[in-house]
Nanobody, 124 residues
Framework: QVQLVESGGGLVQAGGSLRLSCAASGRTFSIYNMAWFRQAPEKEREFVAAVRLNGGRTYYADSVKGRFTISRDNAKNTVYLQMNSLKPEDTAVYYC?????????????????WGQGTQVTVSS
């Protein structure tokens, strides 16, 4: 088992930046692929970005590609999401997720462990 705790959310103006962190505890962090999802009110949970267990490959949703960067520091058991050029449509609760599968995935039901989420609000 692994526990995930997100932090770094907040309120920013459109065009601004935020850096989210997800701290993991429990089993060895480096064996998990990690991902960020987001969920706006009354909408499905949406894939944002994923990173391979060793940080060697990343995968992004088209809606955030070029603006967001996922990274991880296995020595600190932490995954990050750097969000630049934020837009109002980025407003959502952002969730960190961990996956024991071999390949990167973009479906929520492929992930084994989830954090509680952190709110990101982007004003126009």
């Amino acid at each position: 088992q692994v526990q995930l705790v997100e932090s770094g959310g907040g309120l920013v103006q459109a065009g601004g930046s935020l850096r989210l962190s997800c701290a993991a505890s429990g089993r060895t962090f480096s064996i998990y692929n990690m991902a960020w999802f987001r969920q706006a009110p009354e909408k499905e949970r949406e894939f944002v970005a994923a990173v391979r267990l060793n940080g060697g490959r990343t995968y992004y949703a088209d809606s955030v590609k070029g603006r967001f960067t996922i990274s991880r520091d296995n020595a600190k058991n932490t995954v990050y999401l750097q969000m630049n050029s934020l837009k109002p449509e980025d407003t959502a609760v952002y969730y960190c997720a961990a996956d024991l599968a071999y390949a990167l995935a973009d479906r929520p039901n492929e992930y084994d462990f989830w954090g509680q989420g952190t709110q990101v609000t982007v004003s126009s």
